[in-house]
């Protein structure tokens, strides 16, 4: 047995769970208000006999007992472990090589917050100092903010913080491999950062592991982030998010913006939610890690960043991170008004010429507004492409379908695909099922022979279905072979993250959609996860041939995909059983509607696989 396996046998998820939230008895379960999002009825519910959670509300998340450590604490897996490993009394062994990565690590926290405290002092109390000082109260900063932010000024000489760091007991190395400090051809080494106001990033635990650095001359870059290092990576670190979480969860969302003083501002003027990118784009480890802490993510965008394509593409990040939910709304019309991702993600656009810096030294109530003004993406999408062309003119409506076709035809779920081709369709002014035909010829079949009637008139939804057993052993072959096989990265959009009910394969599965090389995932891993990562790569499987691989691997993703819908069932049996209110049981078999759509797609799609595998074999080639 892993340690991770002993851990959940010692650590019961109703007790554990219980002392953060206040748990009813529901049957052979327990339900309560949702910690992570606020609520007045309940929709989350802990099932004992799977050791499991699951909110059924806008969380719309799930898991093990790490998967809640790591969402209520905002903690990576790592920490979760530990955590959990230490409340049931298991010791957790560690090889030579796992000790000296830790040290590794703990190093370069070290000498990073060594060097935030360097910095920090040369601001607060040198005569070089003073103008950025001067300046940052110029930029509305006051003194409270630079402290708490512990922003810095790096001296202009060449090895001031390397002398610093090499005086307190840190290698010339390490020094190096914390990007602080740059090698020298002639051998040797020199300050990276010179001259240049200095912003400590932390990560979500509060460990400063890098730093922004803007000049205050002509210098170029005007900005500077520390480069790639064991600890720090600007494409998925989130400035400011150790300090917002708490108000991020307490929000209900998060914004997100796109500078360090535009962050530092709005802390200061009472907007503690807010978070900030390095110069990157929105990318899905940043979605990934709000996620854990709330459903919902706006964008803070001037005017002309809203237009720009580089919107589109978060659309798709948004997706991939976040899935998507089922939640359909049936009229006796058979229109779709709603269907929205498992997380939304809003567009707030600032007025031209503002950046949120600025609007919110103007005026916090106008900063407010344009927050709460915020409309969901891909509405926001169909108005930038709208905008673009004449909507009134027949040339003007085919660029507007064809320019949007490409997204709507991306989305996944059959229903809220289903909802913007009903939007587009009105819009352009043309028939439905011919836009529908146009995009998707399955759709128009789809919306052909899909009806939606009142509410409640299928008893079979209602009917709970019988415990099911989710096959662990098949999460870690399927897993595996991911991880494994060549080409595989070419099927990762047909799994997602969700699929995986334990935590340690869900983590390396989230990795592996970012680096799928073994050798570079291995090392984006916490050190805990090493060794189920290796069982994983040495798991072998019963044929040798390239075929023969690649048909397992995707009967095996139709068996996890399947497993997962069936478990979503027999969820939404229990969540039926224990609902009093009318409305929210009409929500919940408009959901079971979506639902029995995918597994009637996941039961064409096996049996076509099956009838393919059939013709093969008839034909003399299996």
């Given at each position: 047995m892993s340690v991770i396996e002993e851990i959940k046998q010692k650590i019961d998820i109703v007790d554990l769970v219980s002392e953060h939230v206040s748990l009813h008895k529901a049957g052979h379960n327990f339900k309560a208000i949702c910690p992570f999002h606020s609520e007045k009825d309940p929709s989350f519910f802990v099932f004992p006999d799977r050791q499991s959670w699951k909110c059924f509300g806008s969380c719309s998340t799930g898991g093990d007992i790490f998967a809640f450590v790591m969402k209520k604490e905002s903690m990576e897996f790592g920490d979760a472990l530990r955590l959990l490993a230490?409340?049931?009394?298991?010791?957790?062994?560690?090889?030579?090589?796992?000790?000296?990565?830790?040290?590794?690590?703990?190093?370069?926290?070290?000498?990073?917050?060594?060097?935030?405290?360097?910095?920090?002092?040369?601001?607060?109390?040198?005569?070089?100092?003073?103008?950025?000082?001067?300046?940052?109260?110029?930029?509305?900063?006051?003194?409270?903010?630079?402290?708490?932010?512990?922003?810095?000024?790096?001296?202009?000489?060449?090895?001031?913080?390397?002398?610093?760091?090499?005086?307190?007991?840190?290698?010339?190395?390490?020094?190096?491999?914390?990007?602080?400090?740059?090698?020298?051809?002639?051998?040797?080494?020199?300050?990276?950062?010179?001259?240049?106001?200095?912003?400590?990033?932390?990560?979500?635990?509060?460990?400063?592991?890098?730093?922004?650095?803007?000049?205050?001359?002509?210098?170029?870059?005007?900005?500077?982030?520390?480069?790639?290092?064991?600890?720090?990576?600007?494409?998925?670190?989130?400035?400011?998010?150790?300090?917002?979480?708490?108000?991020?969860?307490?929000?209900?969302?998060?914004?997100?913006?796109?500078?360090?003083?535009?962050?530092?501002?709005?802390?200061?003027?009472?907007?503690?939610?807010?978070?900030?990118?390095?110069g990157t784009s929105l990318s899905e480890k940043h979605v990934l890690s709000l996620k854990k802490l709330t459903g919902t993510i706006v964008l803070a965008l001037d005017a002309d960043a809203a237009g720009e394509a580089a919107v589109l593409r978060d659309s798709e990040v948004a997706k991939g991170a976040f899935g998507e939910t089922l939640a359909p709304v049936a009229t006796w019309r058979g229109v779709i008004q709603e269907n929205v991702l498992a997380g939304e993600i809003k567009v707030a656009i600032l007025p031209p010429g503002k950046d949120p810096d600025e609007l919110i030294r103007q005026s916090t109530e106008d900063w407010k507004r344009v927050i709460n003004e915020a409309r969901p993406l891909v509405d926001h999408i169909f108005d930038v492409v709208c905008k673009r062309h004449d909507i009134s003119s027949a040339t003007g409506k085919s660029r507007i379908v064809e320019e949007l076709k490409e997204p709507i035809n991306q989305i996944k779920d059959p229903v809220k695909k289903l909802h913007y081709i009903q939007k587009l369709a009105g819009l352009v002014r043309v028939e439905v099922n011919s836009l529908a035909a146009i995009i998707n010829k399955k759709e128009a079949a789809f919306m052909k022979t899909t009806r939606f009637g009142k509410a409640g008139t299928s008893r079979e939804l209602i009917k709970p279905l019988p415990r099911l057993k989710i096959s662990k052993p098949i999460e870690e072959f399927c897993l595996a072979m991911v991880i494994q096989l060549p080409g595989s990265a070419d099927l990762g959009e047909e799994i997602k993250a969700e699929y995986f009910e334990n935590s340690e394969n869900r983590v390396i599965f989230e990795n592996w959609l970012d680096e799928p090389d073994t050798e570079k995932l291995k090392k984006r891993l916490d050190v805990s996860l090493h060794d189920h990562f290796e069982y994983l790569s040495k798991i072998k499987f019963p044929f040798t041939d390239e075929p023969g691989k690649q048909k397992a691997l995707k009967d095996c993703i139709l068996r996890l995909r399947e497993n997962y819908f069936k478990d979503l069932k027999y969820r939404e049996g229990i969540l039926l059983s224990n609902l009093n209110n009318k409305d929210d049981a009409t929500k919940v078999l408009a959901d079971g509607i979506a639902l029995n759509v995918k597994l009637k797609e996941l039961f064409t799609e096996k049996k076509a696989t099956t009838r393919h595998q059939r013709g093969t074999i008839e034909n003399g080639k299996g």
């Open positions: 230490e409340r049931a009394g298991v010791t957790l062994l560690s090889s030579p090589r796992i000790e000296a990565e830790r040290e590794e690590f703990s190093r370069l926290r070290q000498i990073n917050l060594a060097a935030s405290q360097f910095y920090h002092n040369f601001l607060i109390n040198t005569r070089e100092g003073k103008p950025i000082i001067q300046y940052l109260t110029g930029r509305g900063v006051n003194q409270a903010c630079i402290e708490s932010f512990q922003l810095g000024f790096s001296p202009g000489e060449w090895e001031s913080l390397l002398t610093y760091l090499k005086e307190r007991g840190f290698t010339e190395k390490e020094i190096i491999m914390s990007g602080l400090a740059i090698q020298r051809d002639t051998g040797g080494a020199y300050d990276r950062f010179r001259s240049r106001l200095m912003f400590p990033i932390r990560d979500s635990r509060g460990n400063t592991v890098g730093f922004g650095g803007r000049a205050t001359d002509d210098s170029m870059p005007k900005y500077m982030n520390s480069p790639q290092t064991p600890i720090f990576d600007k494409s998925g670190i989130l400035y400011g998010l150790d300090r917002a979480a708490p108000a991020i969860r307490k929000a209900g969302q998060a914004i997100l913006v796109e500078g360090y003083m535009d962050a530092i501002m709005a802390h200061q003027y009472g907007s503690e939610n807010v978070v900030a990118t390095m």
